[in-house]
Each structure stands twice: as C-alpha cells, then as structure tokens.
C-alpha cells in the first residue's frame, strides 16, 4: 500500500487481503496478552521485566521453558500464567473470534468513494 501496490506481494505470489488482516489480528491480540500479562506479572510478582517477558511469552507459546520464577509464583501469577498458556494453547485468533461479536451484513452498502490523500 505505501509503495503504491494493492496487492501484497511475497516471493512472486499474491497474498489474500483477509489473510493480511487475519495475521495483523494475530499480532496485536498476541502481543496485548503478553504485554499485559506480563505488566501484571511484574506488579505482582514484584520481578523485573524481563523475566517476567520471558516467563509470558514462554507461557503464551507453551514452551516449557522458564527462569524459575514460575515455582515462586503467588497463587495470583499462578492464574495468570496458566490463562497465558491456555490462551497460547487456543490460539489468540480463536479467542478472538470467540469474544467477537457477530456482524450483521447490511442489505446495502454505501458508494465507494476514493477521496484524495497527500
């Protein structure tokens, strides 16, 4: 889109505009979990930020892996850890949808117009 392209482009084939913004989905809800879950962790937990990113983000992809803070854990972080790993187990896009509304299609829509911009 800024290089002037509609369509988005990867090794000389075309990328489907519902799957761009499937994975863009993905992204931001993936990194809103583990930002906040890792926010509410070094509150908490009272730990420093990186090894309460460590701990999320190895919760949310269900590693396994961990920097030992997880068996110190208030039973608090305990929850908050395993809703990270069930949430990274389901897949941030099937919680989304879950949590979604469901959108009406409109019998009509209005005109598209493709006003200046720059």
């Known amino acids: 889109m800024i290089r ?3 369509d988005t482009e990867v ?3 075309r990328i489907p505009l519902d799957s761009v913004h499937r994975a863009l989905t993905i992204m931001v809800v ?3 979990l583990i930002l906040s879950i890792t926010v509410l ?4 937990e009272h730990t420093d930020l990186m090894t309460s990113l460590f701990e999320t983000v190895s919760a949310a992809g269900t590693v396994g892996l961990s ?3 997880t068996p110190e ?3 608090l972080g305990k929850i908050l850890i395993t809703i990270t790993m069930f949430a990274g187990r389901l897949g941030p ?3 989304a949808f879950a949590i979604a509304r469901r959108e009406r299609k409109n019998q009509w829509r209005y005109p598209e117009e493709r006003p200046l911009i720059g």
Do not use: D, H, N, Y
Request: aromatic residues 4%.
């Open 67 to 69: 920097l030992g803070l």
């Open 30 to 32: 993936s990194l809103t």
């Open 4 to 6: 002037g392209k509609e």
């Open 11 to 13: 090794f000389r084939r």
């Open 93 to 95: 896009l099937t919680l």
């Open 73 to 75: 854990l208030t039973p």
């Open 41 to 44: 962790l070094t509150i908490t």
